[in-house]
């Protein structure tokens, strides 16, 4: 079994470079390892901190009282190859302590298409069922064909079929009922092609010149998404302080039809996007600009990043958990009093509530 540590501060380890020390601290190698590892801990009744490349957590300046476990299990399967049977399909098999650009890049490189819009999302593959993740038009629900996870409730490995994973936006079985399962690997199930899958968002059609719709050669799509998220700050740079951050602080609030009507009344005009089901997603972005909160606005040694009003920042990398909680706190006061919307943190909490 892996060394177990005590002490271990928790901030180098997070993309906002917060987090006080944990308990215990450990790295697990191999997928027997890790269940082994969670299946003690839950034995003595330790509570655990599964910790992936913690780029969407805000761990307390108290730490965590308990164990955690970075996950640094490695291997990329390809389950299928060209063959006579083949339908043009691929599917790749990944451990969850893989790099996830570092598999976008590759799956670009083979000519895999379906996640070349998510370039550039950092973390580890085993978060990206978690609260499945997205950008410019792509989620991992799209290409997600099956979880390996370890049930910590009945103690079982097994496979969760894409339908059992309960996607949607931002959101997951696995983020409804957090802790119950440990993502063990993740099979994705690509089409074997030179082209992205259809452009479906605007500012990216926009950038590439091309319609909504258009599929466009793979390398081309990455390079495209990897240049507009360099300007909003939203690829990991340590020579950026807008980097310092955990990505969007903020989902964009999902309304209902009555929820949108009093919006409508009370921002006449506002962007929109009006959902296949009838609800209408707004832009948190464009909700906090307009709550008077712009880019580079600063509480303490807290800010908004001076490229992208989503993400709140460390820029400096001294600023505290508490810090961080009080200026979305702010942020999330503000919008609620001019719009009437409740903002949700994306980002998970630890040890800490907003
Ligand atoms: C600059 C920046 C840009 C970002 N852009 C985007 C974006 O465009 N779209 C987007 O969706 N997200 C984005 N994010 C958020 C983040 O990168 C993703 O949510 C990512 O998937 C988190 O991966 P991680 O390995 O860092 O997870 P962590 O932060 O380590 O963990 C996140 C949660 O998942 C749990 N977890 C981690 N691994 C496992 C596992 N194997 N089994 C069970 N639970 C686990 C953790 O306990 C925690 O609750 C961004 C973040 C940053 C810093």
Redesign the pocket.
């Given at each position: 079994m892996a060394d177990r540590l005590a002490g271990v501060p928790l901030a180098p380890y997070?993309?906002?470079r917060t987090g006080g020390p944990a308990r215990a601290f450990t790295q697990a190698r191999t997928q027997g390892e890790?269940v082994a590892i969670v299946a003690e801990a839950d034995r003595e009744r330790e509570p655990v901190?599964?910790?992936?490349?913690?780029?969407?957590?805000v761990v307390s300046d108290d730490g965590f009282d308990g164990l955690v476990v970075r996950?640094a299990t490695r291997g990329v399967e390809v389950t299928a190859r060209k063959s006579a049977a083949d339908d043009g399909w691929v599917r790749v098999t990944v451990q969850?302590?893989e790099d996830?650009d570092a598999l976008v890049a590759r799956c670009v490189a083979e000519g895999w298409s379906g996640v070349e819009c998510?370039s550039?999302?950092?973390?580890?593959?085993?978060?990206?069922p978690?609260?499945?993740?997205?950008?410019?038009g792509q989620?991992v629900s799209q290409t997600v064909a099956a979880v390996r996870?370890y049930d910590r409730r009945t103690g079982e490995v097994g496979d969760l079929a894409a339908a059992a994973c309960g996607f949607a936006y931002?959101h997951s079985a696995?983020?409804h009922d957090?802790?119950r399962?440990?993502?063990?690997a993740v099979t994705y199930a690509l089409e074997r092609s030179p082209l992205s899958g259809p452009v479906a968002y605007k500012e990216l059609a926009a950038r590439l010149g091309v319609e909504i719709g258009a599929r466009v050669p793979l390398a081309d799509a990455r390079e495209a998404v990897l240049e507009l998220?360099r300007g909003k700050?939203?690829?990991?740079d340590p020579d950026d302080p807008d980097?310092r951050?955990?990505?969007?602080f903020f989902t964009n609030p999902v309304l209902g039809p009555e929820e949108a009507a009093a919006l409508a009344l009370r921002a006449p005009g506002h962007p929109r996007w009006d959902m296949p089901d009838g609800t209408v997603k707004i832009p948190a972005a464009w909700l906090i600009e307009n709550a008077g909160f712009p880019r580079g606005y600063e509480r303490g040694r807290a800010r908004i990043s001076t490229k992208h009003t989503l993400?709140l920042t460390n820029p400096t990398g001294e600023a505290g958990a508490a810090e961080l909680l009080a200026l979305a706190r702010e942020v999330r006061d503000g919008v609620h009093e001019k719009f009437g919307v409740w903002l949700v943190n994306?980002?998970?909490l630890?040890g800490l509530s907003l």
């Amino acid at each position: 079994m892996a060394d177990r540590l005590a002490g271990v501060p928790l901030a180098p380890y997070t993309t906002l470079r917060t987090g006080g020390p944990a308990r215990a601290f450990t790295q697990a190698r191999t997928q027997g390892e890790l269940v082994a590892i969670v299946a003690e801990a839950d034995r003595e009744r330790e509570p655990v901190l599964v910790l992936g490349g913690g780029s969407n957590l805000v761990v307390s300046d108290d730490g965590f009282d308990g164990l955690v476990v970075r996950v640094a299990t490695r291997g990329v399967e390809v389950t299928a190859r060209k063959s006579a049977a083949d339908d043009g399909w691929v599917r790749v098999t990944v451990q969850a302590g893989e790099d996830w650009d570092a598999l976008v890049a590759r799956c670009v490189a083979e000519g895999w298409s379906g996640v070349e819009c998510l370039s550039g999302i950092p973390g580890l593959v085993g978060s990206t069922p978690i609260q499945n993740v997205g950008a410019y038009g792509q989620d991992v629900s799209q290409t997600v064909a099956a979880v390996r996870v370890y049930d910590r409730r009945t103690g079982e490995v097994g496979d969760l079929a894409a339908a059992a994973c309960g996607f949607a936006y931002r959101h997951s079985a696995f983020k409804h009922d957090p802790g119950r399962h440990m993502v063990l690997a993740v099979t994705y199930a690509l089409e074997r092609s030179p082209l992205s899958g259809p452009v479906a968002y605007k500012e990216l059609a926009a950038r590439l010149g091309v319609e909504i719709g258009a599929r466009v050669p793979l390398a081309d799509a990455r390079e495209a998404v990897l240049e507009l998220r360099r300007g909003k700050g939203m690829v990991l740079d340590p020579d950026d302080p807008d980097a310092r951050s955990a990505g969007s602080f903020f989902t964009n609030p999902v309304l209902g039809p009555e929820e949108a009507a009093a919006l409508a009344l009370r921002a006449p005009g506002h962007p929109r996007w009006d959902m296949p089901d009838g609800t209408v997603k707004i832009p948190a972005a464009w909700l906090i600009e307009n709550a008077g909160f712009p880019r580079g606005y600063e509480r303490g040694r807290a800010r908004i990043s001076t490229k992208h009003t989503l993400a709140l920042t460390n820029p400096t990398g001294e600023a505290g958990a508490a810090e961080l909680l009080a200026l979305a706190r702010e942020v999330r006061d503000g919008v609620h009093e001019k719009f009437g919307v409740w903002l949700v943190n994306e980002p998970v909490l630890v040890g800490l509530s907003l």
